[in-house]
């Protein structure tokens, strides 16, 4: 699975200077995120202003890549041509430890996955770039 | 919104496949032919334009561009840019337009081309930079995620969704312009289709098509005058929350929700008193959220909801009586005016072969994005 997603032909982000430094520890391995300081809650996607509060204080931190799975879907037809060769896969919500929901890749596990599962980062190269996707976390 | 402007006028175009070069101008201009003929209205007669986004088409400045095109010439004109909720959401636009004293005959209208090498819109926002790249394109993914979210929450079974899409093909029968006429299926069928994206059975999928939809929505003064039966707008709501599934505050109950609530209560009614329920219905989840989200049926119920009762037009609760988008098609953006031309017609008396015997008012949504775009529209028959 993971050789054949470091060979797809599909679509990276579109990274602007605001969003480089998730992208850029992304491709370290790491899973960065926004927390705002006036109002102390976590922000993802990276934006300008908080959402809650539209403070502009926001610093980077390091997630703990722990997450819960909110839902998922095993994609059978993808939407892009890209992805046909992974098909089927999965992708799901991962409702971060940290507070933010973000959509992500889930790779195969031992057993198929279930909403409530509880989700680790697992850093994949998917078409020649490390992304932040989540496995089943096993110590869960 | 209580009993002012009405609807005087609707268009439709028989959905396809494939227009072969025709373009998006062309069926806009098909479609209000056919609406302003219907509501008995010169072109000079129509001074309020409201038009949807043109993607890959005419990025900026639609309403000029349609209007010249049409030889109208507007005293109110914009875009409504709320995916599947703009037609609905052009409706209490019009009526606000009208009540303000902007102008006194709104065209609304939404129409598609659909060639073959559609081209791929070149997006740049979050939606694009933080889901796709992890395999996540098209709407289907985001509400494969909303329905095995709320199977997960409720334990509701695939067969409750798959009845859904079978009542729709059942109504489509009676619609000989829908996509699926003369196509029943079965909720084995449903069931026995191929899974586009789990839970997702393609049948559980509108089929996109090209085609055109339009309504006039036109002073109270005016409507005394129209050649067809006034349909007033009782109530409207509205709500926008999100693009992206992720950002969702709930993936179970959405926006429509506390539109709906608007839209009852500046009606006076309760969604158990309309006579007909004209839901948008890109896939199966979207109708089991929205009578959900409406109080027909408690959250996770709606599967007693469809089990028990008739859908049809001589059911108990006729919904999407010209098939739904599921059963018709969606003509993109225009899909979501199917709901409103629909109910116009039912409320006229004017459904041929599925009229609902007395239809009085009827529930209309739309909804866009992810479930994070919506209208409720409540109508009510002439007097
Ligand atoms: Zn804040």
Redesign the interface.
């Known amino acids: 699975m993971t050789d054949a997603l470091a060979g797809l032909e599909?679509?990276?982000?579109?990274?602007?200077p605001l969003?480089e430094p998730f992208w850029a520890e992304a491709g370290a391995g790491g899973l960065s995120i926004q927390r705002c300081g006036s109002c102390g809650r976590a922000v993802f996607?990276p934006r300008a202003i908080c959402p809650h509060c539209w403070g502009d204080a926001l610093r980077w931190e390091a997630a703990s890549g722990q997450g819960r799975l909110?839902?998922?879907?095993?994609?059978?037809?993808?939407?892009?041509p890209g992805?046909l060769p992974?098909a089927?896969?999965t992708?799901?919500?991962v409702e971060l430890a940290e507070g933010p929901?973000?959509?992500?890749?889930i790779l195969p596990g031992p057993r198929p996955v279930?909403?409530?599962d509880a989700l680790v980062l697992a850093p994949t190269d998917?078409g020649g770039r490390v992304?932040p996707?989540f496995r089943l976390d096993a110590t869960a | 919104m209580k009993g002012q402007a009405a609807i005087v006028g609707v268009g439709e175009l028989k959905p396809v496949r494939r227009t072969g070069g025709v373009t998006t101008l062309e069926l806009i201009a098909r479609v209000a032919r056919e609406a302003a003929l219907d509501a008995g209205l010169e072109p000079s007669g129509i001074d309020g334009l409201l038009v949807g986004p043109q993607v890959g088409l005419t990025p900026q400045h639609v309403p000029a561009t349609v209007a010249e095109y049409l030889g109208l010439k507007p005293t109110m004109a914009n875009v409504v840019d709320l995916g599947g909720a703009s037609g609905a959401g052009m409706v209490w636009r019009a009526a606000a337009a009208i009540d303000a004293g902007m102008c006194d005959a709104v065209l609304c209208v939404l129409a598609n081309h659909r060639d073959d090498a559609a081209p791929r819109s070149p997006?740049?926002n979050?939606i694009?930079?933080?889901?796709?790249?992890?395999?996540?394109?098209?709407a289907?993914?985001s509400y494969?995620?909303?329905m095995?979210?709320h199977m997960?929450a409720y334990g509701c079974k695939a067969e409750d969704y798959a009845r859904i899409a079978a009542a729709a093909r059942a109504n489509a029968q009676r619609n000989p312009d829908a996509i699926f006429y003369g196509k029943p299926s079965s909720v084995e069928d449903v069931l026995a289709s191929?899974?586009?994206?789990?839970?997702?059975h393609l049948l559980e999928i509108v089929m996109p098509v090209a085609g055109g939809e339009a309504v006039i929505v036109a002073s109270a003064a005016r409507a005394r005058r129209s050649p067809r039966p006034p349909v007033h707008l009782l109530g409207a709501g509205e709500k926008v929350t999100h693009r992206?599934?992720?950002?969702a505050s709930s993936?179970t109950s959405g926006p429509l929700k506390p539109a709906m609530a608007r839209a009852f209560g500046q009606a006076g009614l309760g969604a158990r008193d309309v006579d007909l329920l004209s839901l948008y219905d890109c896939y199966t989840i979207m109708v089991a959220t929205t009578l959900e989200d409406a109080g027909l049926c408690p959250p996770g119920g709606f599967g007693a909801f469809v089990r028990d009762n008739g859908l049809g037009f001589d059911g108990t609760a006729p919904l999407n009586t010209h098939g739904g988008q599921l059963g018709f098609g969606q003509p993109d953006l225009a899909g979501g005016m199917t709901h409103v031309v629909e109910a116009v017609r039912q409320l006229r008396g004017e459904a041929h072969g599925r009229q609902v015997r007395n239809a009085r008012t009827a529930l209309v949504t739309g909804n866009g994005a992810t479930m994070g775009e919506a209208t409720a529209l409540v109508l009510g028959a002439a007097a």
């Open positions: 599909v679509p990276g982000p579109t990274v602007t969003t996607y909110k839902s998922f879907s095993t994609v059978r037809k993808p939407g892009h992805w992974a089927p896969y992708v799901g919500l929901v973000m959509l992500s890749l279930r909403v409530g998917i992304l996707v | 997006n740049r979050p694009r930079e933080f889901d796709v790249p992890f395999g996540a394109s098209g289907n993914v494969a995620l909303l095995q979210a997960a191929p899974m586009v994206a789990e839970p997702l992206a599934v992720s950002q993936l």
